[in-house]
């Protein structure tokens, strides 16, 4: 292992990861360094999620390797998700527990004790504002309350590096503010966020860093300030992917 202190709090080397002839991660190393708030984007299917599911151990690379504050993610798998807390996209959550539940169980198979997890829990209901609905049932949640309480499970344990796959989708524009703040709080203490998103204009003012990637690969990396140079993200953005196409659609939705 080497030294927690010294490393940075993701390390992805030469990750790669075909499904059959599909190439959907193409050997991205990326370094995220402590205390960063680091934006993930790129087009639908470039790779992002599959990039992050291998980061965080929930799918095997072909190739490379993921260190996490330097902790080999698929050789010490225990001791890498203590040290990390996740929002994945599309993983499905025990819903049929309240949300009160799902905080209650993620944080005692943690491994903490019930008095510092019932503490805690009360503390993310109230900061993510579903104090009310802390004793309803996860499937009878809304989309965004559903990502609202992913939200609470990942920080739960107080993790040192929080992986948010498209954490914003479906939540309200005040909820978004709102888990900014407790992002950036979060970060000020310490803690470091690689989140993937597909809004350039959020990643620009919450960010410090971007990768930007696409058919697997990474296309630029580094600040932001580095990354859009004089144009805004999106413009660098749309530079780097290959320019948009000004389609008018099929004749027939010519309404007029
Ligand atoms: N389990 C799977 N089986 C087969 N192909 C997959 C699987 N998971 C992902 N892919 C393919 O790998 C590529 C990358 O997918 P991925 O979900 O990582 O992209 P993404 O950047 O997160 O996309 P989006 O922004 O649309 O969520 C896509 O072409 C996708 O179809």
């Given amino acids: 292992m080497e030294s927690a202190a010294l490393s940075p709090a993701l390390e992805l080397r030469q990750l790669v990861k075909r499904f059959g002839e599909k190439v959907a991660v193409d050997g991205v190393s ?17 790779g992002k999620t599959t990039t992050l599911s291998m980061a965080t151990g929930l799918l095997r690379p072909d190739h490379g390797q993921a260190l996490i504050c330097g902790v080999d993610v698929w050789a010490q798998p225990t001791e890498a998700k203590q040290l990390v807390g996740v929002l994945a996209d599309g993983v499905k959550l025990f819903d049929r527990l309240t949300g009160e539940q799902l ?37 009878d949640y809304s989309a965004g309350m559903t990502k609202k309480i992913a939200l609470a499970c990942a920080l739960v344990h107080a993790p040192r590096l929080l992986v948010l796959d498209e954490p914003f989708e479906s939540v ?18 310490g803690g470091t966020v690689i989140v993937s998103s597909h809004s350039m204009d959020l990643v620009q003012r919450m960010c410090d860093h ?29 530079e780097l992917v290959g320019g948009r196409q000004h389609l008018e659609g099929p004749t027939w939705l010519n309404l007029s």
Avoid: H, K
């Avoid at 990474?218 to 144009?231: C, H, I, K």
């Fill in 30 to 46: 990326l370094t995220i360094p402590t205390g960063s708030c680091y934006g993930l984007v790129g087009p639908n299917g470039a």
């Fill in 103 to 139: 905080i209650t169980y993620n944080g005692l198979l943690a491994g903490l004790d019930a008095e510092t997890v019932s503490r805690r829990c009360a503390d993310l209901l109230d900061m993510l504002e579903l104090r009310g609905a802390g004793s309803t049932l996860v499937v």
């Fill in 172 to 189: 309200d524009p005040v909820s978004a503010a709102n888990i900014r703040d407790i992002l950036q709080g979060y970060v000020r203490g």
């Fill in 210 to 238: 971007v990768a930007v990637v696409a058919a697997g690969r990474v296309l630029a990396a580094g600040s932001v300030d580095e990354v859009r140079g004089a144009s805004t993200l999106e413009e660098r953005f749309v």
